[in-house]
């Protein structure tokens, strides 16, 4: 099993790839410290949205799924799926980045 950094650090380190790549990041949810999920917003200048969502994939390593589809939905879908995950996982961080290209500023495997 490999080893888990805490959603704390992991959401700072985040931040700083996007501060670097020029896609400004902020918290809209803070989850617990130690061990929250974390929800990434992917947000356009045009105002669509993508979510996503952490995951594992197959082989155990750490993944990403688009939470709200493949395409990118509007504010008021991408609010209710974040409410629904934060309703089933109170310990959930919810970050957001400016993303023209629906891409996150760090390394990570889209499913």
């Not at 950094?5 to 931040?15: I, S």
């Not at 947000?43 to 082989?59: C, H, K, P, Y």
Request: no cysteine; proline share 6%.
């Amino acid at each position: 099993m490999e080893p888990r950094v805490k959603a704390q650090l992991w959401v700072q380190m985040a931040l700083r790839l996007g501060d670097r790549d020029g896609r400004p990041g902020m918290v809209l949810r803070r989850g617990d410290a130690d061990a929250g999920g974390i929800l990434v917003v992917l947000r356009d200048r045009a105002g669509g949205v993508v979510v996503l969502s952490q995951t594992r994939a197959e082989g155990g390593e750490l993944a990403w799924m688009r939470g709200t589809g493949a395409e990118p939905v509007d504010q008021t879908r991408a609010d209710a799926y974040v409410d629904r995950q934060v309703k089933f996982d109170p310990d959930l961080w919810v970050i957001e980045f400016e993303a023209p290209d629906f891409q996150p500023p760090f390394e990570g495997k889209i499913l």
